[in-house]
């Protein structure tokens, strides 16, 4: 029986976009989050923005890559608790080919870089990008 001394957290939604990129159906471009963690680029969608304008811009600002989208690969939902709020995320992700740029962390990841997949396989933790990364693989018929 749940304690009636449990106090409730705040609870606030956010919504993200981001790209699955890859480079000749060999390599997937890769950042390191600032938990040390490899994942995909991604990040909040801005007022005004679609869900594709802010993958792109995410993309871009985090690992200096420019690319196009090929088509939606779906979504990702998780919960997590910042300075006293709980919050429901709401990650959108595209399937991406890779354009130009070489890989440049921005300020807010600690590294970029493009893995080839079978590496990638292997590097990538969260339960959510492993998923949307199978999806990815489906779609370039690489599974």
Request: glycine share 6%; aromatic share 14%.
């Amino acid at each position: 029986m749940p304690s009636k001394n449990v106090k409730k957290l705040p609870l606030r939604k956010e919504y993200s976009a981001g790209g699955v990129v890859f480079k000749d159906k060999r390599e997937v471009l890769l950042i390191k989050n600032p938990s040390n963690v490899w994942t995909f680029p991604k990040g909040h969608i801005e007022n005004g923005e679609t869900k594709e304008q802010a993958a792109l811009r995410e993309v871009k600002e985090e690992t200096n890559i420019d690319a196009e989208i090929v088509t939606y690969l779906g979504e990702i939902h998780y919960f997590f608790t910042w300075k006293g709020t709980r919050i429901f995320k709401t990650v959108y992700f595209f399937l991406m080919k890779y354009i130009s740029g070489k890989p440049v962390p921005s300020w807010e990841v600690k590294d970029a870089k493009f893995f080839p997949i079978e590496e990638a396989k292997k590097l990538i933790k969260y339960k959510g990008d492993k998923e949307i990364f199978s999806k990815a693989l489906e779609k370039l018929c690489l599974l």
